[in-house]
């Protein structure tokens, strides 16, 4: 039994299936199951059901699965330990994030951090907040940006962004002429919205009281399709204000108000308060904290 058997174990468990657990183990099928089968030898007991559909856990497997992960995440935790000991900030970071955070937050603070840490190796967990929420608490995450407000004892929370969402329309609309329009107005328009996530609650909410009116055009995945669509003249949406800043600095689309709605969108850095972080993710918490300073700084 080695480390690198347990962690196709731990990865065909997870994923239910010996091919895709190859992809991420970059072995070949083949391979999969022969250190499956080595790993079953060594414990003497069958750990997979294996049936033309799926990959379950048997009894066995169960508990092996729970001393696996320890022992994987005791071996890191060893290895950055041991780093730590050193004058150099270096190792692994698993840090977690939205689609949105990583393509529009997070690119000048991530360059920033490779200038200033070249021996740090940042993975990148993209998810909704409620699964980076989950991976930070069991501690598979290291460090994640999350939408606020939040409540969770074992987590330390930072704020560190803030941003209005605003009414988005193309500039071929009518309503660009305008610089404030009624919820009402909004309500007739073909809406576009994101698909899930939390602007999507708010806007759920928001158009409440016109549901029977308000047509939902469009469902899409992501904000940049958002704003392509946008831009095209295929609806209108909501979108935080820096996300569109691209789009309306090229005479795009336009961010309007709406009589009173006013909409803000809070992010928190998020980590556990009982797990001694590495220095590496210490050095990560602080450069996003400075940047975070700094841009408060150029506001005022």
């Known amino acids: 039994m080695d480390f690198d ?57 169960e508990v092996l699965f729970d001393y696996a992960e320890r022992l994987l995440r005791l071996r890191d935790e060893s290895v950055q330990v041991v780093a730590d000991r050193g004058n150099v900030v270096q ?12 393509l529009y937050l997070l690119p000048d603070i991530f360059a920033e951090f490779q200038r200033r840490y070249p021996q740090v190796h940042i993975s990148i967990y993209r998810n909704f907040s409620h699964k980076i929420l989950q991976r930070v608490e069991d501690g ?33 609309n009518p309503l660009a002429q305008r610089s404030k329009v009624t919820l009402e107005e909004v309500a007739s328009q073909p809406l576009i919205f994101p698909r899930t996530g939390y602007t999507r ?50 005479g795009e689309v336009k961010l309007l108000s709406v009589d009173g709605v006013d909409l803000w969108r809070e992010l928190g850095l998020v980590y556990r308060r009982d797990r001694s972080l590495p220095r590496a993710a210490q050095a990560l918490i602080g450069l996003i904290r400075e940047h975070r300073k700094s841009s408060e700084g150029s506001e005022s």
């Open 140 to 172: 598979s995450v290291d460090v994640g940006i999350v939408t606020l407000p939040l409540k969770s004892p074992n987590l330390k929370v930072h704020s560190i962004y803030k941003d209005k969402l605003r009414f988005m329309v193309s500039v071929r």
């Open 201 to 250: 609650q708010v806007l759920d909410k928001l158009f409440r009281p016109y549901r029977s009116r308000a047509h939902v055009a469009m469902e899409l995945p992501s904000i940049g399709m958002i704003k392509r669509f946008v831009g095209a003249d295929a609806g209108v949406s909501f979108i935080s204000e820096s996300f569109a800043k691209d789009q309306v600095k090229a």
């Open 5 to 61: 058997q347990l962690t196709t174990f731990v990865y065909v468990a997870k994923l239910k299936s010996f091919s895709r657990a190859g992809q991420k183990v970059f072995r070949s099928q083949s391979a999969v199951s022969a250190q499956i089968r080595q790993l079953e030898q060594a414990y003497r007991s069958k750990l997979l059901d294996r049936s033309a559909k799926s990959v379950e856990l048997t009894p066995a497997g």
């Open 91 to 102: 190792g692994p970071v698993v840090f977690g994030a939205n689609e949105a955070t990583c």
